[in-house]
């Protein structure tokens, strides 16, 4: 995701709750304004399949340069260095005092 690349991703576990984040399916219809969200999560192979087909074929290059952008926001914000301070310190300030 820091790196540009459209991320498809299983949609259970680390993906789904901390990884890919706001995500899309491919069957949402993205309104004016709404974010494109930071990659895509699936389940089956068909599910999968619909994804790359949607990505693609179907997207604009400006869809992908939206999700792109978005992700490296979605990453930088979330797993920087000082986010992980950040989220250490609150964490472990719980169980010290």
Same mark, same amino acid.
């Given at each position: 995701m820091a790196a540009g690349l459209i991320t498809v991703a299983h949609d259970? %576990?680390?993906?789904? $709750?901390?990884?890919?984040?706001?995500?899309r399916s491919v069957c949402d219809d993205q309104q004016p304004g709404e974010s494109p %969200?930071?990659?895509? $999560?699936?389940?089956?192979?068909?599910?999968y399949a619909g994804i790359f087909e949607h990505v693609l074929l179907r997207m604009s290059p400006t869809q992908l340069d939206e999700i792109r952008t978005n992700a490296r926001k979605w990453v930088q914000g979330k797993f920087s260095e000082s986010r992980f301070e950040q989220d250490w310190l609150t964490n472990i300030r719980d169980f010290l005092l």
């Open positions: 259970s %576990g680390g993906p789904q $709750l901390d990884i890919i984040g706001p995500a %969200g930071v990659g895509f $999560l699936a389940r089956t192979a068909e599910e």
